[in-house]
């Protein structure tokens, strides 16, 4: 159904280009691809929601993509090009709060695999870090209130 939906969205594309929405479109695709184990798929899509990002200069979807893709290369065991793809994805536009978690985990995740055990722990405590960090400034908010 949502593969059937973005290529519907797709072909509307094809009258009215518009790079940000075929890079966001090709993004949810990848990610799809990943949630069905369909990598091959999902590497294919992942290579356009980049390029389209990239041509648009949106950097927010550009660090999607980047962090998408790092992600499948872990997927398929490519762990030199995921770390690679996640640290682009900070150096593009650094993230904070829940997306700087989610990267962070990620690359926790490639670190751990290739047995950098030390680096997957600087990540685990950045995510700490940041998740403390969140909590303190939410209770300021409600208790100001």
């Known amino acids: 159904m949502l593969f059937r939906s973005i290529d519907v969205g797709q072909s509307l594309l094809h009258t009215q280009p518009n790079l940000w ?5 090709e993004n949810a695709l990848m990610a799809t691809c990943i949630l069905v184990s369909d990598y091959e ?5 992942g290579s356009e929601a980049l390029r389209h990002s990239r ?9 999607a ?7 499948l290369h872990y997927l398929v065991g490519d762990f030199d090009r995921a770390v690679s793809l996640l640290d682009e994805a900070d150096d593009v536009m650094p993230a904070t709060s829940e997306r700087a978690n989610a990267r962070l985990d990620s690359l926790a995740r490639v670190r751990m695999a290739i047995g950098d055990l030390g680096g997957a722990v600087e990540c685990l405590n950045t995510i700490s870090r940041n ?7 939410s209770t300021r908010l409600n208790s100001s209130h």
């Open 21 to 25: 929405l075929q890079a966001m479109a």
């Open 41 to 45: 798929s999902g590497l294919r899509h």
């Open 55 to 63: 041509e648009s200069g949106a950097a927010a979807m550009t660090r």
């Open 65 to 71: 993509a980047l962090s998408n893709l790092g992600m």
């Open 131 to 137: 998740v403390r960090r969140r909590d303190r400034q």
